[in-house]
């Protein structure tokens, strides 16, 4: 309808309940779904100030990862603004948990992330890993690796309405049991819980500003991160606003990416 504002914040408070994925509705009733990548790669890439144009309901799955939007991005190159760079800092640790899922911000000199997975499924499994997200190390580490379901989530996206140009093995890793849909295979031994941790920097990205704090994420999704969020904003004494001076921009995702980087895992 034309007489609606279609322009959507990027912002935790606008984000509504979606199976899977990480959907914003404004005040308008106008929605966009599936934004957790797209945001990944602003934030992985330091892109801090951004109008994204898109025509409709869902953000292009393209390959399931971020890869293709931090290449786009670092193709085109990116504009220093004489604007300093405002970020959160971590002052308290804040958890939030759902039975066995848990997810915290705790304090930290720049942004990590920890996560751990555990799946029935043979072909996942139990996974672990730690990185400090500063400089290139999105690029590098995390942003290739790709939407992984299980056969059941599927069916479940499609009959929502999302991911109806998903295809197994090309846009998303597929797992059931032991058997694995991938394409040409796996890009990383520990695919999936490199996405989960791409996801997570894309919801931790909806906080307004980089996150200098670790975040840990036991069996953790989208519902779950921005609840954190939530929670974080709830309580003034755990965070505050800073302008970062250079040292601490240093340090922050995204400065410094080059080529190179995305070609370490392209």
Avoid at 38 to 67: K, Q, R, T
Avoid at 204 to 220: E, N, S, V
């Amino acid at each position: 309808m034309v007489d609606r504002d279609a322009l959507i914040p990027a912002r935790w408070d606008i984000v509504v309940p979606s199976p899977l994925c990480t959907k914003l509705i404004n005040d308008d009733g106008v929605e966009l779904s599936t934004v957790e990548h797209i945001m990944a790669a602003l934030a992985g890439c330091g892109i801090h100030n951004a109008l994204i144009e898109i025509n409709g309901p869902e953000v292009p799955v393209l390959d399931g990862s971020a890869a293709p939007y931090v290449a786009a991005f670092i193709a085109r190159g990116f504009r220093q603004l004489r604007a300093p760079v405002r970020a959160i800092q971590i002052l308290e640790t804040v958890t939030v948990q759902e039975g066995d899922a848990r997810a915290s911000l705790s304090p930290a000199d720049t942004l990590e992330i920890e996560f751990h997975i555990e799946f029935d499924d043979a072909a996942i499994g139990r996974q672990d890993k730690h990185l400090t997200l500063a400089n290139g190390a999105f690029v590098r580490e995390l942003c290739d690796s790709r939407t992984f379901c299980r056969r059941a989530d599927v069916e479940t996206m499609q009959a929502n309405g999302l991911a109806l140009g998903g295809v197994p093995g090309e846009n998303a890793v597929v797992f059931d049991g032991h058997q694995v849909e991938s394409g040409a295979g796996l890009r990383h031994s520990d695919e999936p819980v490199r996405h989960k941790m791409l996801d997570a920097l894309g919801d931790l990205a909806l906080a307004g500003g980089p996150i200098l704090g670790r975040y840990a994420g036991h069996r953790a999704g989208h519902a779950l991160t921005n609840k954190l969020l939530r929670a974080l904003f709830a309580q003034p004494t755990a965070y505050r606003m800073i302008t970062c001076d250079p040292q601490v921009s240093q340090q922050l995702p995204g400065v410094g990416v080059k080529p190179s980087d995305l070609r370490a895992v392209a």
